[in-house]
């Protein structure tokens, strides 16, 4: 068991792999992009299909980067509907517990990544989110109440071979860095057109 | 087939169900709120857990609302990947692709809900999601590029037994109303809190 670990450990080493990131290509990517600004744009799309009720898909399979079309290696689909004390069939999680997916990923992402380029090792990351929204909002009933999370709560546990002082600025980084979190804590503008269908089913 | 699309209408009319949604509940849960307002207060909550590089997860299971505390019919685990053109194996969708899932649900079921609430029948949503991303926020290779979406542009496409302007109206009121919107358009307060791991794995 020493052997396979020491092993996997001289080939991480080699390529320079640290917590499952090439910091080499990662260190490459930053050097393209430093000499060709346009790689770093980036374009990605969803499709959606309303099903019933509470009840509809998303579908992620393409995106647009490094200046060319990527197809995933899936399609990746999202069910979301809502409990039943919400009026759903509880056939997937709601979008507002989906917010905690994606800011989940992007946090922790965001911390993974950048603890590699600084050639920081973490064994372990734990989270937990909590957020407290007031139907009050969504159902019009109170001008004075958002829509959306009025506080949005997160907890990182760490366990990692550095101090806890290199853990609390990474955790700072992760939330300077992390494209969702600054979706949600800052104003996205977000342009919704409609187009009528006229065809028939 | 007519005769069981006749006999699936009765039943939707006697239970006044438009669209998937049980209205008289809906009406219902209104009248509820407005009589004790806490009935409105939910919190919902997710754990999540790094894997490896640009790989974890996200696992929804309960949640608190209606003055108690819900699980889920099942447990809703969602996989977070980056494509390799990000240094990640495509185990999943990204964290910024999450964030159209989240929209595109929330966007949908307003659109819905506040439809049949208005004894308005839909017969089809589609919609597409497109945003822009600028690497350099994420690397951190330019201060006056964001980190998140530059814009996210969404197409709604309805099929249904309603006038453009009546459908135009439900898309405007979709946006009003969002949880979701709200917390993508408008700032939400994210408290990040850190705790050490000492225990030994």
């Known amino acids: 068991m020493n052997q396979i670990i020491q092993k996997q450990e001289k080939i991480e080493q080699k390529e320079n792999i640290v917590n499952g990131v090439n910091v080499s290509?990662?260190?490459?990517?930053?050097?393209?992009?430093?000499?060709?600004?346009?790689?770093?744009?980036?374009?990605?799309?969803a499709k959606g299909k309303w099903i019933n009720g509470g009840h509809n898909r998303t579908t992620i399979s393409e995106f647009y980067g490094a200046c060319q079309n990527f197809q995933r290696s899936q399609p990746f689909v999202f069910e979301k509907d809502e409990p039943p004390v919400l009026l759903g069939n509880d056939q997937g999680a709601n979008p507002v517990e989906y917010v905690f997916a994606a800011l989940d990923g992007c946090l922790t992402t965001s911390l993974i990544y950048h603890a590699a380029a600084q050639g920081i090792k973490i064994d372990e990351v734990e989270t937990s989110f909590s957020g407290?929204?007031?139907?009050?909002?969504?159902?019009?009933?109170?001008?004075?109440?958002r829509n959306g999370y009025e506080k949005i709560k997160v907890t990182f546990?760490?366990?990692?071979?550095?101090?806890k002082e290199k853990l609390q600025e990474l955790v700072?980084?992760?939330?300077?860095?992390?494209?969702?979190?600054?979706?949600?804590?800052?104003?996205?503008?977000?342009?919704?057109?409609?187009?009528?269908d006229n065809n028939q089913i």
């Open 25 to 45: 290509k990662l260190l490459e990517t930053v050097g393209v992009i430093k000499e060709k600004p346009e790689i770093a744009k980036f374009n990605f799309k």
């Open 132 to 145: 407290d929204l007031n139907l009050h909002g969504f159902l019009g009933l109170d001008k004075n109440i």
């Open 157 to 163: 546990k760490i366990k990692a071979d550095a101090s």
């Open 172 to 196: 700072q980084l992760a939330q300077k860095r992390s494209p969702v979190f600054d979706i949600v804590s800052h104003p996205t503008p977000v342009e919704v057109n409609f187009e009528e």
